[in-house]
């Protein structure tokens, strides 16, 4: 993990300004954090110290299970928080934030402005339309594992996780998370290759032909 400081920490501030999103001076605590593919930001079970604001870059949220099954649930991208729950709730089990790639954020201390944070009723509206879009897209990739083929969801997962056009995701992970068989996903994914969507390389894969991925995806996206 990398802080920006003096010069190239006022110029992502000046260029990712939050200020309307909050009713005080809140850059005046900000720091600007980088994370590198696969960096962990939030360690699992771990208060992490800062409400972060990502402004470049996207991760995945882990969950490990109390049978030691290691779960992902979600992802975070552009303009998402990270660490919102922890801020609100003094007892709450932290989920793993890991990188997908590199990502930069907007860190505020809980120390410093945490009693600001929860008084702010800008910044509050502001949370409460972040947290109501977060639990509509967890309940509409539900309905989706339900009504639409492995074909769409596993090209809108490509395109979520692949870093430079590199998709190299562990095939156990990708199953649990869109609910289907090991045999399954090898069979698409090798449909995919058949089709010059994407070229194995090794244990990962380089998108070929995004066009036809997001042509797949974009039927979720009209849902």
């Known amino acids: 993990m990398e802080i920006y400081k003096d010069e190239k920490k006022q110029q992502y501030i000046k260029m990712y300004s939050i200020a309307q999103l909050f009713s005080f001076p809140v850059e005046e605590f900000i720091e600007v954090h980088q994370y590198e593919r696969d960096e962990w930001i939030i360690q699992e079970g771990t208060r992490s110290n ?4 990502v402004i470049a870059g996207k991760g995945k949220i882990y969950v490990t299970h109390q049978n030691g099954k290691v779960s992902l649930i979600n992802f975070i991208n552009t303009h ?3 660490g919102e729950m922890e801020l609100l709730n003094e007892v709450y089990y932290t989920k ?4 997908l790639t590199k990502t930069i954020c907007f860190a505020i201390p809980i120390h410093h402005c945490g009693t600001q944070l929860l008084e702010d009723v800008k910044f509050l509206r502001e949370l409460t339309k972040f947290l109501s879009i977060k639990a509509t897209t967890m309940a ?5 594992s339900l009504a639409f ?4 969801r596993l090209a809108d997962f490509i395109l979520q996780t692949a870093d430079e056009g590199i998709y190299k995701e562990r095939h156990i992970t990708v199953c649990d998370y869109l609910g289907v068989s090991y045999r399954h996903l090898l069979h698409v994914l090798t449909q995919f290759c058949d089709k010059g969507y994407l ?3 090794g244990r990962r894969y380089q998108i070929i032909r995004p066009q036809s991925l997001y042509d797949l995806a974009s039927i979720l996206k009209n849902m």
Not at 50 to 53: A, M, S
Not at 140 to 144: A, D, F, G, I, M
Not at 149 to 152: A, D, I, Q
Request: avoid cysteine; charge should be negative.
């Open 50 to 53: 800062f409400l972060f604001y």
């Open 80 to 82: 998402d928080y990270i």
């Open 96 to 99: 793993g934030i890991q990188a």
């Open 140 to 144: 509409t990739r539900y309905s989706q």
């Open 149 to 152: 083929p492995l074909e769409n």
């Open 199 to 201: 070229q194995k390389d």
